[in-house]
């Protein structure tokens, strides 16, 4: 478990994340992170959860054109 201190940042609040948190997460400064609800609490996590989605989608197109996508790529 690693223990995060939040700090005011400006008019809002902040966390800073531990270097072996960074690693884990693989992440650095700049990238964004979600803070998603789950059954046990909160997450955070570098994976936008809306983009999972869409990617599933997009992969469910992708294998019903499959033929199609194939000739274009030609």
């Known amino acids: 478990m690693v223990r995060l201190k939040v700090r005011k940042v400006g008019n809002s609040l ?5 270097v072996e948190a960074a690693r884990a997460l693989r992440v650095r400064e700049g990238d964004p992170l979600y803070l998603t609800e789950a059954p046990e609490g909160y997450r955070i996590t570098p994976y936008d959860p809306e983009f999972e989605e869409t990617l599933k989608i997009a992969e469910g197109f992708m294998r019903r054109y499959r033929n199609a996508l194939r000739d274009l790529g030609r």
């Open 14 to 18: 902040g966390v800073t994340l531990p």
